[in-house]
Structures are given as structure tokens and as C-alpha cells.
């Protein structure tokens, strides 16, 4: 069966039961995390998967310690969380979908999508226009993989200035983003997809003209995990996050960092790039890649 049925079938089956609502306690500060009504995030742009609604007054590294213990519940999905500055990335977001004809229905067979998905609320008139609906989810999938399948690794080359001061500081770690602006809200996403780079599809970031776009961040979070197994968790206006199980090595960081200061412009000291990056990864499992630039370099 076409992936793009069976992706459909598992949206049906995976409705989600009672809504969750628990405390989960920090060493600081409890935190609410609840399922979210969809059309209730008050972002501006739907989601098109269900998931979790984080409220509180948090660390992107708390963020991702509580996605890691939902996952267990979700073997079959792929969590995808939004990250720093949580209005702002929706808002880029939801223009970058527009730009690159995301939420596009041509060619589709619409005759299973609920009467909410049509202007009459009905199914008797054309689509409203914009995909709502957890059922959609697989449209919007299959265009974003369609473009993401046409990037080229070499399009991350010097696409980025290397930073090391500001909010948009280019790789920070547990380290660095202790000093950071809390966040108040977090939607944790259950994409059903197979990788965590397909995840983006539910969160497709990347408008302004310096950042890297949608189908960039899928490139560099498919060598993320193929060349270093690290998942993509996350998605902010500024930053990616990733993680994976275990604590890098000198070697392994040795290697990432090769590869990403390969991306970078702009760097200026006599070290070599690849050896700040690598000392600065060594030992950590959790680090954000800035995709977006905030701040004057």
C-alpha cells in the first residue's frame, strides 16, 4: 500500500483518548502538560497533529527532558516540539507555508476529508483553502516531501554566519541555555512519520531570507541522524534542537564538527571552526542549531 494511505489509515486510528492532564514536577517550578484542543492553540496557524500543550515558565532543555519521557507512549510517532519564542515561530511558519504552496490540494482526492475541510462545512463546495485537520496531515505531508526530496546537501554550504554572542548564537548547548529567556508555551506535535526529519512537515520553518528554509532544515536534520544519529526534537524562531540516546564521543564530535562548520561564514579566529564545535559538543546528547538569524552578526 502507497505510504500515503497508510499514513492516512494510522490518523484515523490514532484519535487520542481521554485528554491528558498532569503535573510534571521540575526542581524549580511545576509545570501543566495537557493534550490541546486544535483549533484552541491560539497560534494563528493550525497544527495539523495532535499532541501536548506545555504551560509553565521553562528551559528549551526542560522542554526536551519532558518530550523524552512522552515518547515512550508514542513508539509508533515522532514527537516535534516548538521551541524558543513560540509566536514567532508560528508566524514564520505560517508564512513559509504559504510560500512554498505547502497546504496545496491539487491533484488530491478530497472525498474523504470531513465536511469541516469545505466551505459549506458540508463537502458539497470547494476546499476552504488551507489544510485545518488532523486528516490532512497526509496532503501536507506528500508536498513537503515532494520539495524536501529535490534539496542538496551542498545548499547548506557557508549558508550561515558563525555567531557567538546573542540569542541567536549559531550551536548552544544545556551550557548556554540556562542564560536564556524562559519560555511559557510549548506544543509538543505526534507526527506519524517514520523520521524525525519528516516531522518538519508538521512544522515547516524557514521563511526569512537568511534563514535556512523548510526543505534546508530537512537536509541538515537528515545528516543530523543518517551520519550521527541524532533526532531533531524541535523547531523554534530561531532554533533547531536535537538529541539522541547517548553522549557523543571526542571522535564522533570530531566528525560533527567537520561537517558543521562546513555550513558556517564568517568565522575569523586562528583555531580551526571544527575544533570550537567539537569541544563544544563533547559529552553533551541535547544541542540547538541556530537556522534563523535574529541579531545583527
Not at 523547531?235 to 558543521?260: N, P, S, V
Request: aromatic share 12%; with cysteine.
Amino acid at each position: 500500500m502507497h505510504y500515503l494511505s497508510k499514513l492516512l489509515q494510522k490518523l484515523f486510528k490514532n484519535n487520542l483518548a481521554k485528554p491528558l492532564d498532569t503535573l510534571v514536577q521540575s526542581t524549580e517550578i511545576t509545570h501543566r502538560i495537557k493534550r490541546y484542543e486544535q483549533r484552541e492553540t491560539g497560534l494563528g496557524i493550525n497544527l495539523l497533529c495532535e499532541g501536548y500543550r506545555l504551560d509553565g515558565n521553562f528551559t528549551l532543555t526542560e522542554i526536551y527532558q519532558y518530550l523524552c519521557e512522552l515518547r515512550s507512549k508514542h513508539p509508533q510517532d515522532i514527537l516535534l516540539a516548538t521551541l524558543d519564542d513560540v509566536y514567532q515561530s508560528a508566524y514564520t511558519c505560517y508564512h513559509s507555508r504559504d510560500t512554498h504552496d505547502l497546504d496545496s490540494v491539487i491533484s488530491y482526492d478530497l472525498s474523504h476529508l470531513p465536511a469541516a475541510a469545505f466551505e459549506d462545512h458540508q463537502g458539497d463546495t470547494k476546499h476552504i483553502g488551507y489544510l485545518s485537520l488532523t486528516e490532512e496531515f497526509p496532503i501536507r505531508y506528500s508536498n513537503f516531501m515532494k520539495k524536501a526530496s529535490q534539496a542538496n546537501i551542498t545548499s547548506l554550504t557557508a549558508s550561515l554566519p558563525w555567531k557567538t554572542k546573542g540569542h541567536d548564537k549559531s550551536i548552544v548547548t544545556d551550557d548556554d541555555i540556562k542564560n536564556f529567556p524562559r519560555e511559557k508555551i510549548s506544543f509538543i506535535q505526534i507526527v506519524p512519520v517514520r523520521t524525525s526529519p519528516e516531522a518538519i512537515a508538521a512544522y515547516p520553518n524557514g521563511y526569512f531570507v537568511d534563514d535556512l528554509n523548510p526543505f534546508q532544515n530537512y537536509i541538515l536534520s537528515k545528516q543530523m541522524l543518517d551520519g550521527f544519529g541524532f533526532n531533531l526534537f524541535g523547531i523554534g524562531a530561531t532554533y533547531l534542537g536535537f538529541m539522541r540516546d547517548t553522549l557523543i564521543t571526542k571522535d564522533e564530535a570530531d566528525q560533527l564538527g567537520l561537517f558543521l562548520a562546513g555550513i558556517y561564514y564568517g568565522y575569523e579566529n586562528n583555531e580551526p571552526l571544527d575544533n570550537i564545535i567539537s569541544k563544544q559538543l563533547i559529552g553533551k546528547s541535547e544541542f540547538y542549531i541556530a537556522y534563523a538569524l535574529r541579531e545583527e552578526p
